[in-house]
């Protein structure tokens, strides 16, 4: 049959493992068949005929090519491998290399197919009614001749013109069913102990590189989760990776996760149950006898409950359960390591089930994982709670350094407002009469005054107000534009002239008016403070916005005192100023407000002696 040789490179090794297999074809014909005979399979209709062409004995070099061409390949190349080298070795049709698949373990979806001396295309079957069902059930099944009668519902075998069949079931450590090898053709198959000891071999082999395969894509979850998580990936992405994840792994599973929030359970991931029993189980109370999460959240232990309508547990919740199919329910709380629940993790499955070792096992690791993307996002919103709480506590000090030029500037049109409020009593007392177009006149200043002093009163309670990070597209100019009226009562007073340069265009960006307005005015407050310590009376501050391709920079040059030496290379961390009565925050804080809406912060020195601030912001 045109048996190619191992490579010399490997021949030691290939002896090596041709013995070991050897030595377990033994094992195998010792212990005999897996099943009883099908009625009308195996002996019937003169199975045992052999034809020219098929194996009676398994012959050395036979199996030394098997182990050979699959020995160096691993995934899906070894199954690949196995089905196109088991259709030659023994001169058949078709091999197939199935696995186990669907919501109840009832498909089988090929792994590997060889037809006709050519791969063949990979379409998931319905188990029921077919030869690869008796497979399953009874570990292997032979049918010598006349398969395709035998089994008139499956149309692959009609559709493939053959005649006779034999698989045999492959399985995990824990025994459970993983799929099947099978090979068929359009003569009559011989049935030898050979044949069936071979494929047995090779089903174990087959077990071994799924599990292997499943494995490594479990690996391959964890480390996609583990890159969301980093990448600050939103919660309900993570969570819905890792259910989808486990549903690949366990077939018949339907996985979710709940978040525990003040003794309730909130909607996590659950995509493959129904909507409508998410929303049911959204914002159940935990306890000691709430289904199985209610209850696995509530004692801080894996509750399993292998058929929900015997379960007092669920007794409650029957009426749900009968309505969606729902029979078992295995759920492990999500705990830290202090022992803080953080939701649960539940499968569920349409008939009743056992977990075994293997499976409570994968479903802990999983949980952990969850545990790790939850405790990520919650540190995250702990953190942004702090810096907001920073920031606010940075503007009242920031606002507290203007809070003299504030005063003066609502003064100003206060007295204004005095003013032609008294002019206008006086006007009206008048015994000759007033004049209306004197009084129209002064009625509008009054208004305008009211105006300006309700203006800076807006814009200084926005300011200090504790932002709820709700962002939005802003108009850059216009957030320029508040910062520098922010500061020109200081600038005003100190005698320093601000000059604006605009884009050439509207240029908009996505972000938090009120952080953006912060970073700005504390760069333009530096400023005001470098120009004052050289005492200059002809201090200068520019403030320019530069459209580049993918960004919007703002720049704020002053010709102040510049950047010490000392303080260069960590000017924006935490407690580093030259002030003396300075926090050593507000560039700090600038930095993460900036970061945290995608852009960068940095300083360079002015050729003017000065600084030269840059605000870089994703442009929209």
Same mark, same amino acid.
């Given at each position: 049959?045109?048996?190619?040789?191992?490579?010399?490179?490997?021949?030691?090794?290939?002896?090596?493992?041709?013995?070991?297999?050897?030595?377990?074809?033994?094992?195998?014909?010792?212990?005999?068949?897996?099943?009883?005979?099908?009625?009308?399979?195996?002996?019937?209709?003169?199975?045992?005929?052999?034809?020219?062409?098929?194996?009676?004995?398994?012959?050395?070099?036979?199996?030394?090519?098997?182990?050979?061409?699959?020995?160096?390949?691993?995934?899906?190349?070894?199954?690949?491998?196995?089905?196109?080298?088991?259709?030659?070795?023994?001169?058949?049709?078709?091999?197939?290399?199935?696995?186990?698949?669907?919501?109840?373990?009832?498909?089988?979806?090929?792994?590997?197919?060889?037809?006709?001396?050519?791969?063949?295309?990979?379409?998931?079957?319905?188990?029921?009614?077919?030869?690869?069902?008796?497979?399953?059930?009874?570990?292997?099944?032979?049918?010598?001749?006349?398969?395709?009668?035998?089994?008139?519902?499956?149309?692959?075998?009609?559709?493939?013109?053959?005649?006779?069949?034999?698989?045999?079931?492959?399985?995990?450590?824990?025994?459970?069913?993983?799929?099947?090898?099978?090979?068929?053709?359009?003569?009559?198959?011989?049935?030898?102990?050979?044949?069936?000891?071979?494929?047995?071999?090779?089903?174990?082999?087959?077990?071994?590189?799924?599990?292997?395969?499943?494995?490594?894509?479990?690996?391959?979850?964890?480390?996609?989760?583990?890159?969301?998580?980093?990448?600050?990936?939103?919660?309900?992405?993570? &969570?819905?990776?890792?259910?989808?994840?486990?549903?690949?792994?366990?077939?018949?599973?339907?996985?979710?996760?709940?978040?525990?929030?003040?003794?309730?359970?909130?909607?996590?991931?659950?995509?493959?149950?129904?909507?409508?029993?998410?929303?049911?189980?959204?914002?159940?109370?935990?306890?000691?006898?709430?289904?199985?999460?209610?209850?696995?959240?509530?004692?801080?232990?894996?509750?399993?409950?292998?058929?929900? &309508?015997?379960?007092?547990?669920?007794?409650?919740?029957?009426?749900?359960?009968?309505?969606?199919?729902?029979?078992?329910?295995?759920?492990?709380?999500?705990?830290?390591?202090?022992?803080?629940?953080?939701?649960?993790?539940?499968?569920?499955?349409?008939?009743?089930?056992?977990?075994?070792?293997?499976?409570?096992?994968?479903?802990?690791?999983?949980?952990?994982?969850?545990?790790?993307?939850?405790?990520?996002?919650?540190?995250?919103?702990?953190?942004?709670?702090?810096?907001?709480?920073?920031?606010?506590?940075?503007?009242?000090?920031?606002?507290?350094?203007?809070?003299?030029?504030?005063?003066?500037?609502?003064?100003?049109? &206060?007295?204004?407002?005095?003013?032609?409020?008294?002019?206008?009593?006086?006007?009206?007392?008048?015994?000759?009469?007033?004049?209306?177009?004197?009084?129209?006149?002064?009625?509008?200043?009054?208004?305008?005054?009211?105006?300006?002093?309700?203006?800076?009163?807006?814009?200084?309670?926005?300011?200090?107000?504790?932002?709820?990070?709700?962002?939005?597209?802003?108009?850059?100019?216009?957030?320029?534009?508040?910062?520098?009226?922010?500061?020109?009562?200081?600038?005003?007073?100190?005698?320093?002239?601000?000059?604006?340069?605009?884009?050439?265009?509207?240029?908009?960006?996505?972000?938090?008016?009120?952080?953006?307005?912060?970073?700005?005015?504390?760069?333009?407050?530096?400023?005001?403070?470098?120009?004052?310590?050289?005492?200059?009376?002809?201090?200068?501050?520019?403030?320019?916005?530069?459209?580049?391709?993918?960004?919007?920079?703002?720049?704020?040059?002053?010709?102040?005192?510049?950047?010490?030496?000392?303080?260069?290379?960590?000017?924006?961390?935490?407690?580093?100023?030259?002030?003396?009565?300075?926090?050593?925050?507000?560039?700090?804080?600038?930095?993460?407000?900036?970061?945290?809406?995608?852009?960068?912060?940095?300083?360079?020195?002015?050729?003017?002696?000065?600084?030269?601030?840059?605000?870089?912001?994703?442009?929209?």
């Amino acid at each position: 049959m045109g048996i190619v040789m191992a490579d010399v490179s490997h021949e030691h090794y290939l002896r090596e493992e041709v013995g070991r297999l050897e030595q377990r074809i033994a094992e195998l014909q010792q212990q005999g068949p897996t099943n009883e005979p099908a009625a009308h399979g195996e002996v019937a209709n003169g199975a045992n005929a052999r034809h020219d062409g098929a194996a009676a004995d398994v012959e050395p070099t036979v199996l030394e090519h098997l182990v050979a061409v699959t020995s160096s390949v691993i995934g899906d190349r070894f199954f690949e491998a196995l089905a196109e080298h088991l259709a030659k070795a023994f001169d058949v049709r078709c091999a197939f290399v199935n696995e186990l698949v669907g919501e109840q373990a009832n498909r089988l979806h090929p792994l590997a197919i060889w037809i006709d001396g050519q791969p063949g295309d990979p379409q998931t079957y319905d188990l029921p009614h077919t030869p690869c069902q008796f497979v399953i059930e009874r570990g292997e099944f032979f049918c010598g001749v006349d398969v395709a009668e035998q089994f008139p519902n499956d149309h692959m075998l009609v559709e493939l013109g053959v005649t006779s069949y034999y698989g045999v079931r492959f399985a995990g450590q824990d025994g459970k069913p993983l799929g099947n090898i099978c090979i068929l053709d359009g003569k009559p198959l011989p049935d030898t102990p050979q044949l069936r000891t071979l494929l047995r071999l090779f089903g174990e082999r087959a077990a071994q590189e799924l599990q292997r395969k499943q494995a490594e894509d479990q690996q391959r979850t964890h480390n996609e989760v583990l890159e969301q998580i980093v990448h600050c990936k939103p919660l309900a992405q993570i &969570l819905e990776t890792i259910v989808r994840a486990i549903e690949r792994q366990m077939p018949g599973a339907k996985a979710s996760v709940l978040l525990l929030e003040d003794k309730q359970l909130r909607h996590g991931a659950a995509p493959s149950l129904p909507v409508e029993y998410n929303q049911l189980v959204d914002g159940l109370e935990i306890g000691p006898a709430v289904g199985s999460c209610g209850t696995a959240a509530y004692e801080k232990r894996s509750v399993v409950v292998s058929d929900v &309508l015997v379960d007092a547990k669920w007794a409650p919740f029957l009426d749900v359960v009968n309505r969606f199919g729902l029979r078992a329910c295995w759920s492990q709380p999500i705990l830290t390591e202090g022992g803080k629940v953080l939701g649960t993790f539940a499968l569920y499955y349409a008939e009743p089930r056992t977990p075994c070792d293997e499976e409570l096992s994968t479903v802990s690791s999983f949980a952990s994982l969850a545990c790790l993307a939850i405790e990520r996002k919650r540190t995250d919103e702990a953190l942004k709670l702090r810096d907001s709480e920073l920031a606010h506590v940075s503007r009242l000090a920031m606002l507290g350094e203007v809070v003299a030029e504030l005063t003066h500037e609502v003064n100003q049109p &206060l007295y204004t407002i005095t003013n032609f409020a008294r002019a206008c009593i006086n006007e009206t007392a008048k015994p000759e009469g007033f004049s209306q177009e004197t009084l129209q006149s002064w009625l509008g200043q009054i208004q305008e005054a009211c105006n300006r002093a309700s203006d800076i009163l807006r814009s200084t309670t926005e300011f200090v107000r504790r932002d709820d990070q709700d962002r939005a597209l802003l108009d850059v100019e216009e957030i320029v534009n508040q910062a520098v009226e922010l500061i020109s009562w200081r600038a005003s007073r100190d005698q320093i002239e601000i000059a604006f340069q605009p884009p050439a265009r509207a240029v908009h960006c996505l972000g938090n008016r009120v952080q953006l307005e912060q970073v700005l005015l504390n760069i333009l407050v530096n400023g005001c403070d470098a120009i004052g310590q050289l005492g200059r009376n002809s201090g200068r501050l520019v403030v320019m916005v530069e459209i580049q391709a993918d960004a919007v920079e703002i720049v704020v040059e002053d010709n102040g005192s510049g950047i010490a030496e000392e303080v260069r290379e960590s000017l924006f961390d935490p407690f580093v100023t030259t002030k003396v009565d300075g926090m050593g925050m507000g560039l700090a804080i600038s930095r993460s407000i900036v970061e945290d809406h995608g852009g960068r912060i940095w300083a360079s020195d002015s050729s003017t002696g000065g600084t030269q601030f840059h605000v870089s912001l994703p442009v929209q």
